[in-house]
C-alpha cells in the first residue's frame, strides 16, 4: 500500500516556474515507478511525466518536453516536478501516481494522490 500526498500548487504568471512535489508513504515506495498526470477543467486527464525506481529512466509528454522535469528522492520517499516556462494552458490539478513499471496509461498506476492545484495567469 502506498499513499500519495502532492504539495507545491499555486498561482503563478505566465512564463514562472514551480516545483510539485509528491510525498509517498509505505515501505515499498523504491519498488514503484511514478508518474504525473493533470486534468484541466472540462477535460480529461493527461499524462506529463513518469520515472522508473531508480531515477534513472524519465519519459514526458511529447508537447512539455524542455519545460518540466520529474525527479525522486528515494531516500526521502518523494518524487517531484520541476515546471518552468510555465503557459496558461499549464493550468490544472496535477496528480501523482505509482505504478509497477513507467507507464504512461492513467490505468497502469494502481495509486493516486488527491492532486494540487496549478494556476498560471497570463
Known amino acids: 500500500q502506498v499513499q500519495l500526498v502532492e504539495s507545491g500548487g499555486g498561482l503563478v504568471q505566465a512564463g514562472g516556474s514551480l516545483r510539485l512535489s509528491c510525498a509517498a508513504s509505505g515501505r515499498t515506495f523504491s519498488s514503484y515507478a511514478m508518474g504525473w498526470f493533470r486534468q484541466a477543467p472540462g477535460k480529461e486527464r493527461e499524462f506529463v511525466a513518469a520515472?522508473?525506481?531508480?531515477?534513472?529512466?524519465?519519459v514526458y509528454a511529447e508537447s512539455l518536453k524542455g519545460r518540466f522535469t520529474i525527479s525522486r528522492d528515494s531516500a526521502k520517499n518523494t518524487v517531484y516536478l520541476q515546471m518552468n516556462s510555465l503557459k496558461p494552458e499549464d493550468t490544472a490539478v496535477y496528480y501523482c501516481a505509482a505504478a509497477l513499471g513507467v507507464k504512461t496509461r492513467i490505468s497502469g498506476y494502481r495509486y493516486w494522490g488527491q492532486g494540487t492545484q496549478v494556476t498560471v495567469s497570463s
Open positions: 520515472i522508473d525506481w531508480s531515477g534513472g529512466t524519465a
